[in-house]
């Protein structure tokens, strides 16, 4: 079977990733509330690992849930700039001419 061919290098639309972000948000937060549960009823030193995963993945879900998705560059798109127009010199210098004095 031949591999499917592409014709755009676009991502995921914009309400793809919001809903996507969206969710990992969601996910993490649960995880959270499991955790500040478990650290209520549990002893010892699970305790204090579900009270740091409950203090600490909050920031982590909102680092994750504020990076959006990194668009991918196809090698097409990285050279648009047709080098061939642009100069093989540089320009010289510009020069003013000095001021006309007139003749009385």
């Not at 948000?25 to 478990?38: G, K």
């Not at 204090?48 to 680092?63: E, H």
């Amino acid at each position: 079977m031949e591999p499917v061919q592409s014709i755009t290098s676009a991502g995921r639309s914009r309400d793809q990733d919001v809903s996507g972000r969206a969710m990992r948000y969601t996910i993490m937060m649960s995880i959270r509330v499991v955790c500040f549960f478990a650290a209520v009823f549990t002893e010892g030193w699970l305790r204090w690992t579900f009270a740091v995963g409950a203090v600490v993945l909050p920031y982590i879900a909102v680092v994750l849930a504020n990076a959006g998705s990194k668009r991918r560059r196809s090698d097409d798109t990285m050279h648009l700039l047709d080098t061939g127009a642009l100069p093989h010199e540089p320009t010289p210098e510009y020069r003013p001419n000095p001021p006309r004095h007139e003749a009385p």
